[in-house]
Each structure stands twice: as C-alpha cells, then as structure tokens.
C-alpha cells in the first residue's frame, strides 16, 4: 500500500472518531440549549429592523459582515473565472 | 455548446420571461418573503442558463458582452459596500440600518406581531437586496456564459 493511501485512512477514521464522538454532544432534538439570541431577534426584529421577515433581517443587518464575506467570495470567484478563461474573450 | 431544435427554442422562449419575472419577484420582495439577492439571482441566472443551452454559447455571446456583466458584477458590489458605509456616517454603527423607523423610503416600522406585510419597510434591506441581485445576476452569468464559451473552442492558440 502506498503511504498517502495509509495516510488518508488514517486521517479519515480519526476525522470520523471525531464525529462519531460529537453526536453524543448534540442537544435532544426540539430542545436547543441556548435560546437568548433567537429570542431577542424573534422578539425585537420588528422594532429594529422594521421587517417582517426576519431571516433577511439577520442576514443583511445583525450579520451584515457575513453577507459582505459572500459576496466577496462570489466577486473572487468572478475574477478568478476571467482570469482563467482570459483568451476566449475577443 | 451548440444551439438545439426547434422545439427547445420554443419552449424556452416560453419559459424564459416567467423563470425572470419570479427571480425578479424574488429578489424585490427580499425583505417580506422567503428569499433574497443570492437566491433570486440564481433563479434570473437558470434563466439565462437556458437561453444558452437552447441557443448556443456563441449566440448568446454575440448578444451580451461578458466585460459589461463584469462592470455590473462590481456596481453590485460596490453599491452592497456604499450602503454599508453610509451605516457608519448616519448611525455611527458599520451596517447600521439608518433608513428604518425613519418615515422616508421603506422608512415605516410595522407593529409587532404578525401583521400583514408592508413593501415599504425593512430600512436598508431592500436596498442591499438590490444589490446583492444585481451583483449576484451578472457574477454568475458571466461565470456560466463565459465557461460555457471556453468549452465550444475547438482549438485553444
């Protein structure tokens, strides 16, 4: 067997040991632990915001800074995808 | 690719102003409804997708030219960061949504509850929405448009 063979398996089961032992720390379903975030935005997203819907409120206002990650993840994407195919264009 | 018969032109002749009409819908009512910029750009951008598989590549390239969605790419993104600067100048706070509870446009703050729902709210929201579409409709395009021309070569010099 070659040794990056021998090296992914081993990699692998411990990623899946890892995650093996990470289901056992999950929260019951239909019971979250911390819940004070989710209420205060459920709550106070109308006053705040001024939208009715509030996972748009939390996308583009009290995480703002995610979405300007997103999109300066498509605008690389963008320029990398140019970039490559340069000599198509005319 | 190539273009197709008849028969796929016509239906997506067909298809094509519905599949723009609800990715427009989708994005512009970002702030009451389910979706967003992201999600309705994808949706406007299979439209587009099927105009190129029904027409080909070449004629779409003709038609649309892939600088000019570029430009459109970063207008959307700089508009996305405008927005969030004029944050920082009016409320003191970088993506503060200094247009809510304002009166002005999508100024109105609805009542708490389930209230029916208001085009005319969400502060900056719709705004970045707007944005996001825009910048979202014209990256993807020019991603599939150009990708799909690069795959019609037959011989790269």
């Known amino acids: 067997m070659e040794k990056r063979m021998i090296a992914g398996i081993l990699v692998f089961s411990l990623l899946a040991v890892f995650f093996f032992f990470g289901i056992f720390q999950l929260h019951p379903f239909g019971e979250p632990g911390q819940v004070q975030m989710d209420d205060y935005i459920i709550t106070h997203t109308q006053n705040e915001t001024g939208t009715n819907n509030g996972v748009t409120s939390v996308v583009f206002d009290y995480r703002g800074f995610d979405t300007l990650g997103e999109a300066t993840i498509l605008f690389s994407a963008v320029a990398g995808v140019l970039l490559i195919f340069r000599r198509v264009r005319h | 690719m190539s273009e197709m018969t008849k028969i796929v032109k016509t239906t997506a002749n067909i298809l094509f102003p519905f ?26 951008v299979s439209g587009c997708a099927l105009l190129l598989v029904a027409y080909g590549s070449s004629w779409v390239f003709d038609h649309i030219k892939d600088k000019r969605l570029a430009t459109f790419e970063s207008l959307g993104a700089i508009g996305f960061i405008t927005i969030a600067f004029l944050g920082l100048v009016f ?67």
Do not use: D, R
């Open chain 2, 91 to 157: 409320s003191a706070v970088f993506f503060g949504n200094f247009l809510t509870g304002s009166g002005t446009l999508f100024g109105t703050t609805p009542a708490t509850g389930s209230t029916l729902s208001n085009f005319n709210t969400g502060g900056v929201l719709p705004l970045m929405n707007f944005a996001v579409g825009v910048k979202v409709i014209a990256g993807l395009f020019v991603i599939v448009l150009v990708m799909a021309h690069a795959s019609s070569i037959k011989e790269w010099g």
């Open chain 2, 19 to 44: 599949t723009m009409i609800f990715g427009l819908y989708v994005i512009v009512h970002g702030h009451l409804t389910p979706g967003g910029g992201f999600q309705g750009g994808a949706i406007v």
